[in-house]
């Protein structure tokens, strides 16, 4: 059965640097999602990507933040210059979508990066 | 505001039983209504959908859910607990105001199933 992976599954780094967080979406998929948890808090959606461009993004999502997809199938996380309150669980999710424009379809998750960042 | 509510951090109930994990949401326009599930370690794994149509909803592991319109809910059932049941559980709306179906989750509940 189809999955998404991530990877790395744990990475620690220290404040002020860069981290990349990869994922690899399911193949067929045509929108893909990065969500955040916190540690004891709610599942909280970052972004999504469709076309290769981001149609979404919370106010999460700042400017420290990018998305890209490289390569037509790796989904990437950057995040430039990381601060204590960005370690979190970071998960990639892919959704096949709709034949129309707007996606109904679920949208299936990957295990997640544990980002820690000291 | 779109939003989900899931009324209790933990359920307990003993293997055999029936069990029942609540859920509340409140969207603008027609429900997409999503139950995930999150063992330790592990990606969210997604059980069910309502879209639209029969208001129970059967999903994976012999899991199932209740659409109600009228109370605002969609509760996650299941006949006879195991205890491989045991884990973390989510529910999620589809953001009416997205285009891109973003979900939104519930703060989730911990089911223990004990034998």
């Known amino acids: 059965e189809p999955e998404v992976t991530q990877t790395p599954s744990h990475q620690v780094t220290q404040m002020g640097q860069e981290v990349i967080l990869r994922c690899v979406p399911i193949?067929?998929?045509?929108?893909f999602y990065w969500y955040r948890q916190i540690l004891g808090q709610k599942v909280e959606f970052l972004v999504s990507f469709y076309n290769n461009e981001i149609s979404e993004k919370s106010e999460i999502f700042d400017d420290q933040f990018s998305v890209e997809r490289p390569d037509g199938s790796n989904f990437t996380l950057k995040i430039r210059s990381t601060k204590l309150e960005d370690s979190a669980m970071y998960f990639c999710?892919?959704?096949?979508?709709?034949?129309?424009?707007?996606?109904?379809?679920?949208?299936?998750f990957g295990p997640g990066t544990r980002l820690t960042v000291t | 505001a779109q939003s989900v509510a899931q009324p209790e951090d933990q359920v307990n109930v003993a293997e055999g039983n029936p069990l029942t994990v609540k859920c509340t949401y409140s969207?603008?326009?027609?429900?997409?209504l999503f139950w995930y599930v999150q063992y330790p370690n592990r990606g969210l794994q997604f059980l069910l959908k309502y879209i639209t149509g029969d208001n129970l909803v059967k999903g994976s592991y012999g899991f199932e859910a209740e659409f109600n319109k009228s109370q605002t809910s969609f509760h996650l059932k299941k006949p006879s607990a195991l205890v491989s049941d045991s884990a973390l559980y989510f529910c999620?709306?589809?953001?009416?105001?997205?285009?891109?179906?973003?979900?939104?989750f519930g703060q989730g509940t911990t089911l223990q199933v004990k034998p």
């Open positions: 999620a709306v589809r953001d009416g105001s997205s285009n891109t179906g973003k979900l939104i």
């Open positions: 193949s067929n998929h045509l929108y």
């Open positions: 999710a892919s959704s096949e979508g709709a034949s129309g424009r707007y996606p109904t379809y679920e949208q299936y």
């Open positions: 969207v603008s326009g027609n429900p997409y």
